[in-house]
Structure formats: C-alpha cells, structure tokens
C-alpha cells in the first residue's frame, strides 16, 4: 500500500481537486486560509494550490494547528466517511424526536445542515421515500400504539400525534393501513377477544 511519501505533490494536489477517495487515509491535505483540514475525496470547494499543506496523518495535520473538516470528517478513524448517511440518520433522528410537532422539510434541513432540496434528493435516493413519508410512517405507528394501549378517541390522537386537521390524519391512516383509525381499532379488538 502506498504512503503519502510515495505520492508526488502533482498526484496529491489532482486527487486533491478530483475528490479521488482512493487515496483517502494515503494522505491529508489542509488549507492555510481556513484552518481546516480534509481528505482527498472530501466535496469541499477546491482551495487555491498555494494554500494548500499535505500531511500523511490526522495527527500531523492537527499538530500543524489545523482542525478537522466536518464534512468529510477525517478525524474519524474509518477510511472512508459517507456525509450522506450521517445526514439520513440526523433527519431520521429528528423527525423521531419532533413527529407530534409541525415540521416542515426546511426547518428539519436546517437542523441538520443542508438545503430542503438537497435534504428531500439524498432521503429519497438512500431510503426510498421522502423525510415527509417518514414522518407519516413514524406518526401513523405512533396512531396505532394509541388507539390499542390507550382511551384516547381519534381525534385526540390525530392531534396528540402532530397532524394540524383530523382529516389529515384520517387520510393518512386510510393510506397507511387501508382502515379508519376506528375499523383499524375494532379489528384489533375482536381479534383480542376469540
């Protein structure tokens, strides 16, 4: 395996401004006028060359006073970082925690640090539905835990969940479970009692 020693700078700095994730962990590079440093594959805009230091370890580029790229995350001991994966799990993470408050898709973008339209490309592409269609099928299993642990009516629900109209809810639970919340809720009862 070759080492940052073994590359020529020419090499480094087209690996550089390629985003060539082959020689993630070979190498580091680090930009004077940010502070900061990354690897090769990070998607970061392409510094100027004549601010540009290499290093062959985390520990160089940070001893060199640098700190780490939060996008690429080259502090991160794996060899390779995926930014993407990190972003689905912070959306899921706070779709999960707010679902019974209102949540528009540029609120949860913000939380997690990306535009609306880069938030709902990335979501559909790596889990094949939209941050919307997961915070359905997050409020809708909330709606059936409700309707058989608990008293509340339907509408009680629908609201406690975080649906803004009962027939918002109701029409989500239809799309969902092909029942009503309260054909849903009978099913399950006479299923309980033979």
Not at 23 to 38: E, L, Q
Not at 86 to 97: C, F, G, H, L, P
Not at 121 to 150: C, D, Q, S, V, W
Request: hydrophobic share 30%.
């Amino acid at each position: 395996m070759k080492d940052q020693n073994d590359i020529s700078k020419d090499t480094m700095w087209k690996a550089t401004v390629s985003c060539d994730s082959v020689y993630d962990g070979i190498f580091f590079y680090a930009v004077k006028t940010t502070g900061i440093f990354c690897r090769p594959s990070c998607k970061s805009k392409v510094p100027n060359v004549d601010n540009v230091s290499f290093f062959s370890n985390v520990a160089e580029a940070q001893k060199a006073g640098y700190r780490p790229c939060k996008r690429c995350r080259p502090d991160l001991e794996s060899k390779s970082y995926d930014p993407f994966q990190s972003i689905i799990e912070d959306t899921k993470k706070v779709i999960k925690n707010n679902y019974c408050q209102k949540m528009p898709l540029n609120e949860v973008a913000l939380k997690v640090g990306v535009s609306r339209f880069h938030l709902n490309r990335i979501f559909k592409n790596r889990t094949g539905y939209t941050p919307h269609m997961y915070l359905e099928e997050i409020r809708i299993k909330k709606a059936k835990e409700l309707l058989l642990m608990t008293k509340l009516n339907s509408t009680e629900i629908g609201y406690q969940i975080g649906y803004q109209s009962i027939s918002s809810f109701y029409n989500a639970f239809k799309r969902s479970t092909g029942l009503s919340p309260s054909q849903f809720q009978a099913n399950h009862v006479e299923t309980e009692i033979y």
